[in-house]
């Protein structure tokens, strides 16, 4: 039975690809920064009551005014520290994690458009196998290239391809278990699913939404708001 969860959001990133000057968990999406739309979206859970997200900290008091207080969430989300890459963050957020929590949901500050079935479908897989993902089977053929993408090596079956998103959820002891091993090992990975690959434990791949765009580049970002303004007030 699914109880209440820690909720981690790493939401730290530079906002490089974006070509901001700031992070880009305080862009505007329709009259809210994207963080705030990414909180509003997970608070809607009847499994999450609270959330820690961590940003740099040089915004941590920006975060609070701006995505947390300004949009009326200062009972469910406290914001802490990130670190230098999202690995690290996560750590961070898991040393935060409550003792009374068995079971981490970690999701991207920059996907505003996570669903409920899909947060509620990863809890219950996580609880059941312990670690599951949110993904979601590729529909375009996929080359791979052995020469830095001057010529195609083969073409990948795409029958056994999925492009992973978050939430991804997991047995609090379990990925504490996979970071604390990737530190001592030096492991360096993209999302946490891959940390438990590493263990060698199974990760049960859930059905996600193409529509839990993450957000990355500007087309992402006008993408996610063409979403919202087609939604009108679900969003």
């Not at 935060?96 to 990863?122: E, F, M, N, Q």
């Not at 979601?136 to 010529?151: F, H, P, R, Y």
């Not at 999925?162 to 360096?188: C, M, Y």
Request: net charge negative; charged share 25%; hydrophobic share 45%.
């Amino acid at each position: 039975m699914l109880g209440r969860v820690y909720t981690a959001v790493p939401a730290a990133g530079s906002g490089i690809r974006m070509g901001l000057g700031y992070s880009k968990a305080f862009v505007d999406v329709e009259g809210l920064p994207l963080l705030s739309r990414t909180l509003r979206a997970l608070l809607k859970s009847p499994f999450i009551d609270q959330i820690t997200t961590a940003v740099r900290p040089d915004e941590v008091d920006l975060c609070e005014r701006e995505v947390v207080a300004k949009a009326g969430l200062v009972d469910g989300v406290s914001v802490s520290e990130g670190g230098r890459e999202r690995q690290q963050t996560v750590w961070n957020l898991l040393n935060a994690a409550p003792a009374h929590r068995d079971l981490v949901l970690i999701h991207d500050g920059a996907r505003p458009l996570v669903s409920l079935p899909v947060i509620h479908d990863v809890l219950e897989a996580a609880l059941e196998w312990g670690a599951a993902t949110a993904a979601v089977l590729l529909t375009d053929t996929v080359k791979e290239s052995a020469d830095g993408g001057e010529t195609v090596s083969k073409t990948l079956d795409r029958k056994r391809l999925f492009r992973a998103q978050t939430p991804q959820a997991f047995h609090r002891d379990l990925i504490v278990s996979a970071h604390r091993r990737a530190l001592k090992e030096d492991w360096s990975v993209t999302d946490d699913a891959s940390l438990i690959e590493q263990l060698g434990h199974d990760v049960r791949l859930v059905k996600g939404d193409v529509r839990n765009i993450k957000v990355t580049t500007p087309d992402d970002l006008e993408l996610v708001r063409w979403v919202i303004l087609s939604q009108g007030s679900k969003l």
